[in-house]
């Protein structure tokens, strides 16, 4: 069994920042990589960031380049999403993915979490 367990959402007024983390255990476990995305209501859910596990190798949406940095603490075995310099308009539900493809569409991740959400106010 698969599982994704993120934290670390909240409140924060625009500008400030939030950490996510993530913790896959299971079939997500080893997972070859790792990946952000985000769904404010009423949208489809849409890449943030990548990681490729073994490499470190990041991606990033053009939205939040500059701003977020995705990272990886082999040790722990988690993945954190360091978001800064937040807007309004990064408010949505976050999730954490694992998934075997470097494709950054919904349908190249095989695992999911539940979701935190991340609210900016202006």
């Known amino acids: 069994q698969a599982q994704l367990v993120e934290s670390g959402g909240g409140l924060v007024q625009a500008g400030g920042s939030l950490r996510l983390s993530c913790l896959p255990s299971?079939?997500?476990?080893?997972?070859?990589?790792m990946g952000w995305f985000r769904q404010a209501p009423g949208k489809e859910r849409d890449f943030v960031a990548r990681?490729?596990?073994?490499?470190?190798?990041?991606y990033y949406a053009d939205s939040v380049k500059g701003r977020f940095t995705i990272s990886r603490d082999i040790a722990k075995n988690t993945v954190s999403l360091q978001m800064n310099s937040l807007r309004p308009e990064d408010t949505a539900f976050y999730y954490c993915a694992a998934g075997s493809s470097l494709a950054t569409s919904t349908r190249a991740y095989d695992y999911w979490g539940q979701g935190t959400q991340v609210t900016v106010s202006s």
């Open positions: 990681i490729v596990w073994s490499t470190g190798a990041t």
């Open positions: 299971g079939r997500a476990r080893g997972s070859y990589v």
